[in-house]
């Protein structure tokens, strides 16, 4: 039996035995393979790796992508250009696409239609004739357009057959297609709440950083600034605000308008959100130690507090965007807002605004939509980068 190692005599110096070998920080001989790639991976890495497990917000994140990538080339998507009329098919209900006629496989077919009027209601019928089978064209020459107004073209993805209809969500009062208008809105829909959130942004974070870092008579004053604007009501707001825009103003200056209409809306929130975060974050230790070396209030508020508490403000943005959606869509939708020849969703929604006109046409609801999809796609996205932006958790 092996006998225990002698005690040190009392008072005399402990033995240590140190490796020689230099100290690798990369070294894997105690970890698995797993925990070796984790170790090494980035921050940015590490939330990819937890937002990918958020199904809910890849899923959205992949809709608004591919959302965002179809605007830029909406002239080649939409089946028809944005202003061509098809005046014997007025109020025309949306076409279904076949691919079975008479039990074979044709393909990708809308079947042709006839129009009667009915002298009783007025109300114009559409019957289908199963005779005319109209087969798609795909990347085919259709209507001329310019392409972001620059360059003229005629390519389209999916066009009708020659001399044939092609209506897949119908025809508005004037014999519009209102797929391809839902299309070419999307370009303006989607881009304003991104103008406008990085308006709001700028303002929110400035006004409210310097708030809350420096306090003071300047944080009274942001305050109180804040408290009478959240005061006022939204919509006189928005009446009276809008109304300063003069009506001779091109479609662009008014575009640029109301997306810092919004904008000065929605900054307040902001603002009083991150003052309270840096309230807390302000006594921290790591902001005495940046004081200390010498840095600069912008500084600290940029490159250390602002850091702190970024999921946050992943979350106030993508929760913030829909809301300024919204935001267009109900302006122009009380005409307000954007106004014609610009299109978006908002205004093609006023083509909806009498009853009489929803009972007899529906489909003229339909750019309702995308706005409830993208509205829900910016949500979940919104929880999923807000759990992802903390991955140590």
């Known amino acids: 039996m092996k ?106 077919f809308v079947y042709g239609r006839q129009m009667t009027l009915d002298m009783d209601t007025l109300k114009r019928n559409y019957i289908e004739n199963h005779d005319d089978v109209q087969r798609l064209r795909f990347f085919c020459q259709g209507d001329t357009y310019r392409f972001w107004g620059l360059i003229e073209g005629d390519r389209h993805f999916v066009c009708p057959a020659e001399n044939g209809q092609l209506f897949l969500a119908g025809t508005d009062r004037l014999g519009r297609d209102v797929l391809s208008r839902m299309i070419y809105g999307a370009r303006i829909s989607l881009t304003i709440g991104l103008v406008g959130i990085s308006f709001s942004f700028l303002l929110g974070i400035v006004i409210g950083g310097l708030a809350g870092y420096h306090g003071g008579i300047f944080d009274l004053i942001v305050q109180r600034i804040i408290e009478v604007l959240q005061s006022i009501p939204s919509i006189p707001l928005w009446l009276a605000l809008a109304a300063i825009m003069p009506i001779t103003w091109s479609p662009i200056l008014i575009y640029f308008g109301i997306t810092v209409i919004l904008g000065l809306l929605d900054w307040t929130g902001l603002a009083r959100a991150v003052r309270s975060k840096l309230l807390a974050l302000r006594e921290e230790d790591y902001v005495l130690a940046a004081q200390l070396m010498g840095a600069g209030s912008s500084r600290i508020i940029r490159r250390h507090l602002i850091p702190g508490f970024m999921s946050h403000l992943i979350a106030t943005a993508t929760l913030s965007i829909p809301g300024m959606i919204l935001g267009e869509t109900a302006l122009s939708f009380l005409g307000l807002g954007l106004r014609a020849p610009i299109t978006s969703w908002g205004i093609l929604l006023t083509e909806a605004r009498s009853v009489s006109v929803i009972a007899f046409y529906p489909w003229l609801l339909l750019p309702m939509l995308p706005v409830i999809l993208v509205i829900m796609a910016f949500n979940f996205l919104g929880d999923g980068l807000r759990d992802a932006a903390d991955p140590y958790k």
């Not at 990369?26 to 970890?31: D, F, N, R």
């Not at 698995?32 to 937002?51: D, G, I, N, P, Y």
Request: charged letters at 15%; proline letters at 8%.
């Open 3 to 108: 006998q225990d190692s002698p005690l040190p005599a009392p008072g005399a110096p402990l033995q240590h035995y140190i490796s020689g070998a230099p100290f690798d920080l990369q070294s894997v001989e105690a970890m698995t393979q797993e925990q070796s790639k984790v170790f090494q991976a980035s921050q940015l890495r590490l939330m990819w790796w937890k937002f990918r497990k958020h199904r809910l917000a890849l899923i959205s994140g992949i809709f608004l992508a591919v959302l965002y990538s179809g605007i830029l080339i909406c002239e080649f998507l939409a089946p028809y250009n944005l202003h061509s009329r098809n005046m014997d098919y007025i109020y025309a209900p949306p076409q279904h696409v076949h691919l079975f006629h008479n039990g074979e496989f044709v393909g990708p």
